[in-house]
Structure formats: C-alpha cells, structure tokens
C-alpha cells in the first residue's frame, strides 16, 4: 500500500527527534472555556493528539481561562465530554489560571529587568499612539518609570488599589517595531470580576498572549500548535519566552478549518443561542460536537473527515459534503436497518385473513446474521409516493395491476384504489402472493421494485425532524453583512406522524440506525417513553441542490 506523504507538522517533529532535539513530544490542546467546541476544535483535537499518538508522546487539556467574564464551568464540563468523546485521552487536565501566581511572578522578573512598565493611559491613548503598520508609533509617557515605581504600582494594581481601566503593565519592546504587536503590548490588565476557578483572588488578569507562550512553557509543551492568526503572535511568544528565559516552547500555525454552509466562532454560536435562532448549543443544526452527537454523528466519521482533510498552511473552504460521505461510509456499515413509513398511504390486503398477523425476519446489517422481527398482517402502511394511478416510464412500484415486493415479506399486487371526494387516495386493495415469502419463494414470479412498509396493527407514531444546512451561503467567511441574514428559514422540518416498525420503540439515544430508502437516524433527546422523536442525521446519498 502507499504511504500517506506527511503533513508539515509530521515533517517537523519527525526531523525534531531525528536530530535529538525532543526525546518525546508534548502538544497540548487550549480550549478557553468560553463555549461549546465546535468542528473547528475537532480538527485542533484530533491534530495536538493525533501527533501525540502517533509520535508517542503526551497531549494536555488545557483551558485557556485567563478572561473570567466570558468563562463558565458548564463550558469546561462539556469541553471535557466532548474530547472523550471525540475518542481521545488527556495526559493532565489544567488551566491557565493554576499559574496565576507563576505568571505574576513572571511579570516581576521583566519589570526587574526594565522590560515592562505601568502605563496609565486610557485604551484610546495608547491606540492613538500606536501608530499603524506604515508609521511608527510614539513612547507613552509612562514609559521611563523606574523599575522601582514600576514594581510598586503593578503590586497595587494586583492590590486593588485601582479601578477596571485605570492602569496597565506593558512589556517594552519598541514602538516602531514593524510587527504591531511587538509595540509595548499590554500583558496585565486590572478587572476586578469574579473567576470561575479563582474566585475573587485576583483582580488584575494576564492577556492572552502574556499567558499562553508561558502556559506552554511551564507545561514543556515541544509544539505548540495553534491556527494561522496567531502568526504574528509568534515573535512576541517568543521574545516573551527569551526574556524570562524559560522552557522554549515553539508555536507552529495551520489553517483554520472552514466548512461551507458553516460558521464556526463561538461567540456567534453564542448569539444564535441567545436570541433563540437554535434551541440551543445542541441543537442538531448547529456546527457544535455537542449537536453532531445529538445528531447522530459518530466520531470515527469525524477523525477519518479530519484525517482526510489533512494540514494545510493556507486557509481554505472545505465541502461539507466530506464531513457528509464520511459518515454515510460510516453509518452504512454499522446503522442497523429499519422501515418507517414517512407520509403513509393504507394498503389493505385482500387475501389475507382478517385478525391474522404473523412474524417475518428481516436481517439488521446487509452483512452478519442479526435479524429482528417484523409483524405483517392484513393492513399494511407504505410510503403514498410508492403508487402511481398512471406509472411513468420504468416506475416499478405500484400502480393499478403492477406488483412489487414488500421488503423481507411477499410480493403484491395493487388491484384497486379508492379516492376521497377530493380526488385523493386514500387507500390501495392489493393481493398478496402467499409462496413469495422473502428467503423461501417458490412463486417464480420476479419484480423490480422493492418497497419498505410496516404493519398498521403494530407500528407505533414517532415524530420526524429533518434537517437542512442552518445557512444558505457557502462561504460565510466572505460575507460582509450580518450573519443572521444568511439563516436558512428552512433548516428543520418536522414530520409530526410518521409508522415505525415495533422494533424501534425500544431504541436508545446512542443508537444509529438506517431507514430503509430514507437516510440514517438516530433517536432525538427530546424523546420520551410514550413519544419517539428521531433526527436525521444524514440523507442516504448527497441530495442538496447547488
Ligand atoms: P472561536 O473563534 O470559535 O471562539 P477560538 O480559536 O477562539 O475559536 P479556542 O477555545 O481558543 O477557540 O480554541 C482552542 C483551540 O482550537 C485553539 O488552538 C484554536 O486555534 C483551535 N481552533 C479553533 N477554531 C478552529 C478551527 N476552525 N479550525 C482549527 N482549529 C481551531
Ligand atoms: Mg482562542
Ligand atoms: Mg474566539
């Protein structure tokens, strides 16, 4: 068999501990519990792990914690589902807040060394001074503090000595640097707002990129791999990381995944939720792996779409569509087989008994020998579009004298129909061929067709949600207007009575199932015992217009 050629990562790390430079990697994965994950993350997971397993090495869970008014330990509780149940195991769980007093510290050590100052300007001053990339920008003029003032005023900010706003610790590079960020970022601010993890212990908070570089570092993170963004934070991570002269940790950038027909940020995702667009982050429409898994999405088909997507340097749209033939190739290999009967049309069998009902096999998995049982009696439902009053061309389902084979029973044979005063049918009187039994027939008679039904006596009324794409635009990257023009009004459709066979009043949340000639589903949360609610996960073939 071929070998896959390696990513640029693989290349790195392989060439890494070729040369000696690691005996083992680390990568980490640094969710900031501000959301639920979405496939975006999934890509990220199954990267930082993925590389971890492949090369043998360790791979952290490590929330990115250091913005205590977005951050929510019901976030943290499904970020931690989620990876587990993306199929992957964490080496330690920790968060950037357990370093809080490490990166204090940290601070202490550049104000010491001149490298970072107390500045009391107000955000607009300090923009207005900036400069922009063409132009350098001016000294704030907080800028030649001595170390000793620096040191005294950062001790009363973490103090609470100031208000929200009122003062910042800058590091101090160089306000004509070219890159931007490397123009005194600030590193400290003071928020006096509780923590989700440290209370009302600190009120000052590190910035992100005063936290995640030294995170990295404290952890002995080798790789640390984040997304294309984050280029131009790298100087500064690294500059950070020279002068406190700390573990050398090494950013590395990939492209963020981008899918059509999705948005995935999770402050948007949020604003869905909250003005109620979805029901909530799970709702099945959504781009969440919470909603996936509601949706019956399954893990292995999201690691083999990650894996097929591969590591790209350049960002990019991928088709929906991958994510989609993933998990058909997926479900048809382990979704057992199920009929329902989705808008149904009565089918009475005149030859068969009154009050006589018997027990036929069908098998669960085109593969393997599971079968369950299915009821046949007198009264059938099928599908109203398996009958045609005037058959078309090649139609090879019912019509008046037309046979066709109900699946694992018998075949039939549509004598007569009757219609309402509207002109509706609404029921078909059909014959059926007693030694065409499925697995023992003698009849010789051969049919094309081959229709899914259930039993009227015994199939039991289930709700039906279909689902459609959440946004009608492909790329919602490109878009320059409000996102929630670009909603799709049509994205769920719900069938509120639809028959399905017996067997299914005993599925679990969890299953995946496969009903015959409609799509895979799987049972819904809402569901109750009196009331069976599936989702479609996916239809059996690629079925959306372009
Ligand atoms: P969002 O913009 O959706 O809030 P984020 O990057 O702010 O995403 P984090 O919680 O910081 O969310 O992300 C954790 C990790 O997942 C980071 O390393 C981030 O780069 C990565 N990540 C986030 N979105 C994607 C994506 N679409 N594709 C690949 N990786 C992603
Ligand atoms: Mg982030
Ligand atoms: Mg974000």
């Given at each position: 068999?071929?070998?896959?050629?390696?990513?640029?990562?693989?290349?790195?790390?392989?060439?890494?501990?070729?040369?000696?430079?690691?005996?083992?990697?680390?990568?980490?994965?640094?969710?900031?519990?501000?959301?639920?994950?979405?496939?975006?993350?999934?890509?990220?997971?199954?990267?930082?792990?993925?590389?971890?397993?492949?090369?043998?090495?360790?791979?952290?869970?490590?929330?990115?914690?250091?913005?205590?008014v977005t951050e929510e330990t019901e976030y943290v509780e499904s970020i931690k589902g989620d990876v587990k149940w993306l199929g992957f195991h964490w080496s330690e769980e920790l968060y950037a807040s357990d370093y809080f007093d490490q990166l204090y510290t940290y601070a202490h050590i550049l104000i010491d060394k001149g490298l970072a100052y107390v500045d009391d300007s107000t955000s607009e001053e300090m923009a207005a001074k900036k400069g922009t990339p063409t132009q350098p920008g001016t000294d704030s003029p907080y800028r030649s503090r001595s170390i000793e003032e620096n040191k005294r005023l950062f001790t009363e900010m973490k103090d609470g000595k100031y208000p929200d706003g009122s003062k910042v610790l800058r590091a101090k590079i160089d306000m004509s640097h070219t890159n931007m960020l490397m123009r005194d970022p600030v590193i400290y601010r003071v928020k006096h707002a509780h923590h989700h993890r440290t209370g009302d212990k600190w009120c000052i908070y590190p910035m992100y990129d005063f936290a995640h570089g030294q995170s990295d570092s404290i952890e002995q993170i080798t790789h640390s791999i984040c997304t294309l963004e984050f280029v131009p934070h790298r100087e500064l991570y690294d500059w950070l990381i020279e002068k406190l002269d700390i573990y050398p940790s090494h950013q590395y950038e990939f492209a963020r995944l981008n899918m059509t027909y999705t948005m995935m940020s999770k402050r948007k995702l949020l604003q869905l939720v909250n003005e109620k667009h979805v029901t909530g982050w799970d709702d099945p429409r959504m781009p969440t792996l919470s909603a996936a898994r509601r949706r019956g999405y399954t893990p292995e088909a999201i690691r083999e779409f990650c894996d097929r997507i591969g590591v790209a340097k350049r960002d990019n749209l991928i088709d929906i569509g991958l994510l989609e033939f993933c998990l058909r190739e997926h479900l048809n290999k382990i979704a057992e087989r199920r009929m329902v009967v989705f808008d149904p049309l009565k089918v009475v069998i005149t030859n068969y008994p009154d009050g006589k009902s018997e027990l036929l096999r069908s098998e669960n998995l085109p593969e393997g020998d599971s079968t369950r049982e299915l009821p046949f009696g007198r009264e059938l439902w099928i599908e109203r579009d398996d009958f045609m009053e005037v058959p078309a061309k090649k139609y090879f389902r019912l019509a008046p004298g037309q046979m066709v084979r109900l699946k694992s029973a018998f075949i039939v044979k549509c004598e007569e129909f009757i219609k309402d005063a509207t002109g509706t049918v609404t029921e078909l009187r059909c014959t059926y061929v007693p030694e065409s039994r499925s697995g023992s027939d003698t009849s010789g008679i051969h049919v094309k067709g081959v229709i899914h039904w259930v039993s009227a006596q015994h199939a039991i009324p289930a709700e039906i949600r279909l689902y459609d794409r959440l946004f009608v635009t492909e790329d919602m990257n490109a878009i320059e207007d409000d996102f929630k023009n670009h909603l799709n009004p049509n994205s769920l459709q719900i069938l509120k009575t639809v028959y399905a066979e017996p067997e299914l009043a005993k599925s679990k949340i969890g299953e995946h199932f496969q009903f015959l000639r409609m799509g895979y589903f799987c049972l819904d949360a809402d569901a109750t015992s009196d009331k069976l609610i599936f989702n479609r996960t996916v239809t059996l073939r690629d079925t959306w217009t372009k």
């Open positions: 068999a071929e070998e896959k050629s390696l990513n640029f990562l693989e290349e790195i790390i392989e060439s890494d501990l070729k040369n000696g430079k690691y005996k083992n990697i680390a990568t980490r994965f640094p969710p900031e519990p501000n959301g639920y994950l979405h496939l975006g993350h999934a890509k990220s997971i199954c990267l930082n792990f993925g590389l971890a397993l492949k090369y043998g090495g360790k791979t952290n869970l490590r929330f990115d914690d250091t913005n205590p």
